[in-house]
């Protein structure tokens, strides 16, 4: 069974850090690609064009231009999970973040997700 649990969100002042946390289950987690996706308020754009940061399994990065040089990507294949750095954060990274492979495992599988609100 796929499963993702993310979790280390939570409420921060501007230029504060958080740091987040994914479990990932079900899957070969060695071998694939993971990402973390951010859906901010209000914003009904799907879920799966809202990726901020990637990691392949060699280690590569990527990251979208609203987050590089603030946000780190890492990943521990031996525990299954993928972490999200967050710091010098903006009202702006506020959202509701998910971990999940690239491509999807299975279209519309997702955790929960983890609430990260930034005030200003």
């Known amino acids: 069974q796929v499963q993702f649990v993310e979790s280390g969100g939570g409420f921060v002042q501007a230029g504060g850090s958080l740091r987040l946390s994914c479990a990932a289950s079900?899957?070969?987690?060695?071998?694939?690609?993971m990402a973390w996706f951010r859906q901010p308020p209000g914003n009904q754009r799907e879920l799966v064009s809202t990726r901020v940061a990637t990691i392949q399994v060699d280690g590569n990065t990527m990251y979208s231009n609203s987050v590089k040089g603030r946000f780190t990507i890492s990943r521990d294949n031996a525990k299954r999970m993928v972490y999200l750095q967050m710091d010098n954060v903006t009202p702006e990274d506020t959202g509701v973040y998910y971990c999940?492979?690239?491509?999807?495992?299975?279209?519309?599988?997702w955790g929960q997700g983890t609430q990260v609100t930034v005030s200003s």
């Open positions: 999940n492979t690239v491509p999807l495992i299975r279209a519309g599988l």
């Open positions: 079900g899957i070969m987690f060695g071998a694939i690609t």
